[in-house]
């Protein structure tokens, strides 16, 4: 099996994406800080499989926080958009993780008893971190 890879930095650095926002919680324009874009074929025979890998450092416009990024794809995940033309799907990953318009208690905080500022905070956690068994437990409680 013979493989290669290319690894290459700031690719996309100053990019402009428009990703939701962990403290804005909604989409926003953010900007690529640094990025580090890898690429690689695996061949063995007549078989062979391409994928990417890109890393992102990304910038909020509006609020300025800092969050990761990670994009993957490869050439074995792919969708028809047509009769003759086919389109990578992609995996994105954003870390801290969020769902877009959900926002936590900031300056309404304080208004709440003790126990449920804890339950709401962790269902919100179980929420952005894809934990759905979880989250319906805490909206149960």
């Known amino acids: 099996m013979a493989s290669t890879k290319n690894v290459e930095l700031n ?11 962990i403290k804005c919680s909604g989409k926003t324009t953010h ?10 074929e695996e ?11 890109d890393y992102q450092i990304v910038e909020c416009g509006g609020c ?3 969050s990761f990024r990670n994009v993957s794809s490869n050439s074995e995940d792919y969708y028809p958009i047509s009769d003759t033309e086919y389109e990578y799907a992609e995996l994105e990953l954003l870390y801290p993780s969020r769902i ?6 900031q300056n309404e905080e304080h208004y709440l008893p003790v126990t449920v500022r804890g339950i709401y905070k962790e269902t919100i956690g179980a929420l952005n ?3 759905p068994v979880l989250a319906g437990i805490g909206l149960r409680h």
């Open 31 to 40: 900007k690529v800080l640094v990025s580090v874009d890898v690429r690689g």
């Open 64 to 66: 300025k926080s800092k």
């Open 100 to 105: 877009e318009g959900r926002k936590t208690l």
């Open 11 to 21: 690719k996309s650095q100053n990019v402009e994406l428009e990703l939701p926002c």
């Open 43 to 53: 061949t063995k025979g007549d078989w062979s499989l391409q994928w990417c890998d």
């Open 129 to 131: 971190n894809n934990s």
